[in-house]
């Protein structure tokens, strides 16, 4: 996201954590960016960007290293807009919390040419990492997706009738989740399964999920424009493509994410606005009322206050509800999981687990001396052991692969759908707009200009290309979280 404030500055209480400010300075950031502009312009450019595990980590450290295996820290870490747009890694920040009568220790380490400082820079990436890992799967995975659909399902299935216009739109997009919720809650964030066993949180894995849930969740933000509004990432711009302008232009998550958007957005117009022309429909459909009611109150009820909730009155909210659901359920999921296994497959790119503290945290003479001596030993130590590796390997290669009979968005009309012209032509439309999309997104993979996507050792953004074939293939949109 960007970095909307200055100095950066931890929110939680400095007589537990430790001072507040972070060490990350302003002379720091100038010397990276090569002295040729200022922070104040960066800020005000929206160039500067942060991951910042910081004040969502710092908490669990002290009881992360009280198991066996695993370590933590709080993490930032800022990245540099170029010209080029792409992003340059600038600086990350970890730090601990007092801890064993020790005060708290923190440190800034940059991208270095020089032996020593270059290891520590690799050492400092792995922690990040795993951090950035972590969240991933528990949050922008399982939460964001798999978890907080739920409600949707259980609400659908008890107030709509299957002949409900509303339940059949629904319907192609809820199909088998509660199963692979079920096989997920057996097999994999089970108590001491593998998620806790191959993830730095370990048995704290799904109480962070619940954490970000109760602080950071909200039913509107779930919807990619305002998602990508929320974390500074573009702004609303009348004029520009789908109604925004993004902060880095070349994002290829944005960019064809919001095709897919769109295409949804339009779809769900036309299915609504035939069964709906009114207002007063909506708001006299009974069951459509008591659908929404049980989401916000019953299937969301710790957050049944929050004011952010659209209300439920007219074809437009109505609109803008189950499109948020429908991308969820479908763009969401398919770029939080099916590129897992070629991005992460090899582990030493995205370790989901760091083992050992930082050589410059309390260092002794024989840490030193094996840093010194062999660094890369010590980086390894630091990564998932042998089997975690192997574990977490063979569960991405199963979450990434899509079965011979995948269901992709707007692949194939439901049968309930041919039984109305209308419906039947406005989703051929639908259909037509994905095909069209796949092309879009293979022109923009063929880019020079856009280096993103296109360059020695990149690879292409596909994973929001609507169709797919069998198998591991980082890319295809299903309709529905099937796996």
């Known amino acids: 996201m960007v970095v909307m404030e200055w100095p950066l500055k931890s929110k939680l209480d400095p007589k537990v954590y430790g001072p507040a400010e972070s060490a990350i300075t302003k002379e720091l950031i ?39 295996g695993t370590t933590l820290y709080g993490s930032r870490t800022l990245f540099y807009l170029m010209p080029s747009g792409t992003l340059k890694p600038l600086a990350i920040e970890l730090t601990r919390p007092p801890i064993d009568g020790k005060p708290q220790w923190k440190e800034v380490f940059r991208p270095s040419w020089e032996a020593s400082d270059l290891w520590l820079w690799r050492l400092a990436k792995a922690h990040v990492l795993a ?18 659909v739920e409600p949707y399902i259980i609400a659908t299935n008890r107030h709509l009738s299957a002949m409900h216009p509303i339940h059949r739109l629904l319907h192609p997009h809820l199909r088998y989740t509660m199963e692979i919720n079920a096989l997920s809650r057996e097999l994999l964030i ?34 990619l424009p305002a998602d990508l509004i929320s974390r500074g990432m573009a702004v609303e711009d009348p004029t520009a493509p789908h109604g925004l302008k993004l902060t880095i232009e070349d994002y290829p998550y944005a960019n064809d994410g919001l095709l897919i958007w769109d295409a949804i957005k339009k779809w769900v117009t036309n299915y609504v606005t035939y069964y709906y022309p009114k207002a007063n429909i909506v708001q006299s459909d009974n069951e459509l009322q008591a659908w929404w009611t ?94 975690q590796a192997k574990q977490v390997m063979a569960i991405l290669d199963v979450l990434s692969t899509h079965s011979p009979d995948e269901e992709y968005l707007g692949a194939k009309i439901e049968p309930y759908w041919k039984e109305d012209k209308y419906i039947t032509d ?58």
């Open 294 to 387: 049980e989401i916000q109150t019953v299937g969301h009820a710790d957050k049944r206050h929050g004011s952010w909730w659209p209300v439920l009155k007219t074809p437009d909210d109505l609109i803008g509800i189950i499109t948020n659901m429908i991308w969820v359920a479908s763009g969401h999921h398919a770029a939080v999981n099916f590129g897992q296994y070629d991005f992460a497959g090899f582990f030493p790119n995205r370790p989901t687990i760091a083992r050992t503290n930082m050589p410059t945290e309390d260092p002794n003479d024989t840490e030193k001396e094996e840093f010194l001596k062999r660094p890369e030993e010590f980086l390894l130590k630091c990564f998932p052991s042998q089997v």
């Open 426 to 483: 406005v989703f051929e439309q639908f259909s037509g707009k994905l095909k069209e999309i796949e092309g879009i997104i293979d022109a923009r993979n063929a880019d020079h200009s856009l280096k993103n996507r296109v360059g020695a050792g990149v690879v292409p953004y596909q994973l929001l290309k609507p169709f797919s074939e069998e198998g591991v293939t980082g890319m295809g949109v299903p309709n529905s979280i099937s796996i």
């Open 30 to 68: 100038e010397q990276e960016i090569g002295g040729f502009t200022t922070l104040e312009n960066v800020l005000e450019q929206n160039k500067l960007f942060i991951l910042d595990y910081h004040d969502l980590f710092l908490p669990y450290v002290t009881k992360v290293r009280e198991i066996k």
């Open 190 to 223: 089970n108590a001491d399964g593998t998620i806790e066993k191959s993830f730095f949180p370990h048995k704290y894995s799904i109480e962070i999920s619940s954490v970000v849930y109760d602080q950071l969740w909200q039913f509107d933000l779930q919807a």
């Open 131 to 148: 951090h950035d890992s972590g969240y991933h799967q528990l949050v922008s995975h399982w939460l964001r997706t798999h978890c907080c």
